[in-house]
């Protein structure tokens, strides 16, 4: 059986390198190392936005940063999904989009309501859910020190209690990326190289578990 994975996330997923300016190396990413850590068990669909929240609007983006609305275009794109991975709520803390991680909380909550309720065609089943909480944020090198965009590090830290809360309630997975990356200083938001390809090492674990199960 190919098990397929639909990698959801922002900036953190697409592979964002603020010390470069540029993207990380394709190799570096976080949903390409969990692929090549499970060794052609799975194929693993990377649709990470810059800036994307998990249910928020924000009006000064080129394209559509809401979650929430393009979600379902991605599971009908993508589907038959056996998995579904969320990483988001970095751009919702955001001082001017929610700014708690309460916020992102139901976000999240919003976002595991619609994979699990959208109908899929053919008789595809609704994917299983990991949800993974983002990186806590860093002080930066910025002359206020503050996370890129005004950000809450305390806020940040909220994070992974409220989704794991939401997930067990959902009877969905939940991974904590702060347990194995740390935010790059530059802008105390994004990863470097290591800590990207740290959390899709992590993955790979609990991915396979999951497959396993499911198989």
């Given at each position: 059986?190919?098990?397929?994975?639909?990698?959801?996330?922002?900036?953190?997923?697409?592979?964002?390198?603020?010390?470069?300016?540029?993207?990380?190396a394709?190799?570096?990413?976080?949903?390409?190392?969990?692929?090549?850590?499970?060794?052609?068990?799975?194929?693993?669909?990377?649709?990470?936005?810059g800036?994307?929240?998990?249910?928020?609007?924000?009006?000064?983006s080129p394209?559509?940063?809401n979650?929430?609305?393009?979600?379902?275009t991605?599971?009908?794109?993508?589907?038959?999904?056996?998995?579904?991975?969320?990483?988001?709520?970095a751009?919702?803390?955001?001082?001017?989009i929610c700014?708690?991680?309460a916020?992102?909380?139901?976000?999240?909550?919003?976002?595991?309501?619609?994979?699990?309720s959208?109908?899929?065609?053919?008789?595809?089943?609704?994917?299983?859910?990991?949800?993974?909480?983002?990186?806590i944020?860093?002080?930066?090198?910025?002359?206020?020190?503050?996370?890129?965009?005004?950000?809450?590090?305390?806020?940040?830290?909220?994070?992974?209690?409220?989704?794991e809360?939401?997930?067990?309630?959902?009877?969905?997975?939940?991974?904590?990326a702060?347990?194995?990356?740390?935010?790059?200083?530059?802008?105390g938001?994004?990863?470097?190289?290591e800590?990207?390809?740290?959390?899709?090492?992590?993955?790979?674990?609990?991915?396979?578990?999951?497959?396993?199960?499911?198989?």
């Amino acid at each position: 059986m190919n098990f397929n994975i639909l990698a959801f996330g922002d900036s953190l997923t697409w592979g964002s390198d603020h010390q470069q300016g540029s993207r990380h190396a394709f190799q570096d990413r976080w949903p390409n190392v969990l692929a090549a850590g499970l060794g052609g068990a799975a194929t693993v669909v990377a649709e990470g936005l810059g800036g994307r929240t998990t249910c928020f609007d924000d009006h000064m983006s080129p394209s559509d940063r809401n979650g929430a609305r393009i979600l379902p275009t991605l599971l009908g794109s993508h589907y038959p999904v056996d998995l579904l991975i969320i990483m988001l709520g970095a751009n919702d803390l955001k001082p001017h989009i929610c700014g708690r991680a309460a916020g992102a909380a139901a976000g999240i909550d919003r976002l595991i309501e619609i994979a699990q309720s959208f109908p899929y065609g053919w008789g595809a089943a609704a994917p299983k859910v990991l949800v993974v909480s983002p990186p806590i944020f860093a002080a930066s090198r910025a002359a206020d020190g503050l996370p890129a965009g005004g950000r809450d590090i305390a806020e940040s830290q909220r994070l992974a209690a409220e989704y794991e809360a939401v997930a067990r309630r959902r009877g969905c997975s939940f991974f904590d990326a702060a347990s194995v990356a740390k935010a790059s200083v530059i802008d105390g938001v994004h990863l470097d190289a290591e800590n990207t390809r740290n959390i899709g090492l992590a993955l790979v674990p609990v991915v396979a578990s999951i497959i396993k199960t499911s198989s």
